[in-house]
């Protein structure tokens, strides 16, 4: 530990050079939380029908041992997750992660059925995000659900949609942190519609009923996710990025952007500062797409770190709340967690770790030169030592010392799941 000291200091003197002051660095990142995503553990199974089938859009692929059965293992995986990562963080829950003995339907749900999940979060210091689920289930229906054009089906799923937003709010108030209630509907087209407009009147239409109730903000904020395409709807998403553009910004609601749910060469970075001029705020979804495919583990490249600049030049963590969303069942989904976790909080730091106001200036004054110059010369700066001393702070493992824990675990625990 005195080399990680050692070089922490070392890197200290270096950024003091360029007016950087890290020990400020270090209190900045140690506030921010990352909502870390349940699904990851199980394959977006749940527990509410988990031998069922994945519907709207969403395939896991990969036969890694070791999936969570249970909501009792999928806690014991996510505990293992956060011992490794620096930091006081959330959890985002999925509403077919309930844990309850009952039979129960989605628009059934009440917080009872989330008691489990909530002791456990206030016992482990953690916040609760939620996601209403209107994929995977038997009522979504031709590919609709709220805009499905039975009067029935858009019912059931209305209601899913408020009971809700009342387990978020039992969230908030149990947990003491604001529960952010986040809505993705997958509805669509495989070929192309004749008609756009009335399937979009309509989930407009029960989003408003969903949302009709006023809830307390301290405790629950809705928040509404657009994406391109997905599987099975290929030629039209009736939730598209400009459907939700509008609603989010007409209805007062936060705005969700995936990074995953664009066109293939589109990235979140560039947009960020245009929505956080109009909205109440942002929700991330931090992921990384490949292809046609949106939610792979989140690297340390060049849109993570863009998008970690955005948020930390243009002064946006305090009106964005960021979470993950990937899933991969070809690796060891708690070293899957891990990574991406850490490689959001890295890029934030090493964003932190920029003389941002010095940057500003020289634009300002049009010395482009000095701005390039030291954006290229902070690419070799020893920002890892920085991060491996917030480790260290923290008490989680530094550098790759985690994966022997993660392949300890595989051995003794995850190996045994049959």
């Known amino acids: 530990m005195k080399t990680v000291e050692k070089n922490y200091a070392h890197a200290k003197e270096k950024y003091a050079e360029i007016g950087v002051n890290t020990d400020e660095v270090l209190k900045q990142i140690q ?11 199980d394959d977006v199974k749940g527990f509410l029908n988990p031998e069922g089938e994945l519907t709207g859009g969403i395939m896991a692929t990969g036969n890694q041992p070791g999936v969570a059965r249970t909501p009792a293992e999928l806690r014991q995986d996510l505990e293992i997750a956060y011992s490794l990562i620096p930091g006081k ?34 016992e482990n210091e953690l916040g609760l995000d939620f996601n209403p689920t209107f994929f995977s289930h038997p009522m979504m229906k031709d590919g609709f659900t709220l805009a ?46 004749i008609d756009r407009f009335t399937p979009r009147q309509r989930l407009m239409e029960s989003l408003d009923e969903i949302f009709k109730e006023k809830l307390n903000e301290i405790d629950v904020q809705d928040a509404v996710e657009s994406k391109l395409f997905g599987l099975g709807a ?23 952007l995936d990074a995953g749910h664009f066109h293939p060469t589109e990235v979140i970075s560039n947009k960020l500062s245009a929505l956080a001029l109009f909205s109440k705020g942002l929700m991330l979804h931090v992921s990384r797409p490949v292809r046609w495919d949106s939610d792979h583990v989140v690297l340390m490249d060049d849109e ?18 960021i979470g993950l969303d990937f899933f991969d069942a070809t690796i060891n989904r708690v070293a899957a967690w891990v990574i991406g976790t850490r490689n959001t909080q890295k890029a934030l730091m090493k964003a932190m770790l920029e003389p941002t106001q010095k940057l500003k200036k020289w634009e300002n004054n049009f010395d482009f030169t000095t701005r390039m110059a030291y954006t290229e010369e902070l690419k070799d700066f020893p920002y890892a030592d920085v991060w491996n001393y917030f480790c260290y702070q923290n008490n989680v493992p530094i550098g790759l010392d985690w994966l022997e824990v993660v392949n300890n675990y595989q051995k003794e625990v995850l190996d045994l799941r049959k």
């Not at 799923?157 to 809505?183: D, P």
């Open 304 to 321: 993570l770190q863009e998008i970690a600049k955005e948020l930390v030049r243009g002064d946006l963590l305090e009106k964005t709340n």
């Open 234 to 256: 290929e030629a039209y998403t009736v939730g598209s990025h400009e459907f939700y553009l509008g609603y989010g910004l007409k209805r007062d609601k936060l705005i969700c």
């Open 148 to 193: 499905h054009p039975d009067e029935k089906v858009r019912q059931y799923w209305i209601e899913h949609g408020k009971r809700s937003r009342k387990i978020a709010e039992y969230f908030g108030k149990e947990t003491g942190q604001t529960c952010i209630n986040n809505f993705w509907v997958p509805d669509g087209m495989k070929d192309l519609p």
């Open 31 to 41: 506030k921010v939380k990352i909502s870390v995503h349940c699904w990851q553990g």
């Open 89 to 122: 963080h959330k959890l985002n829950l999925h509403a077919i992660y309930l844990d309850t003995q009952e039979s129960v339907e989605l628009n059934e749900l009440e917080p009872r059925h989330y008691q489990k999940w909530v002791d456990w979060a206030k």
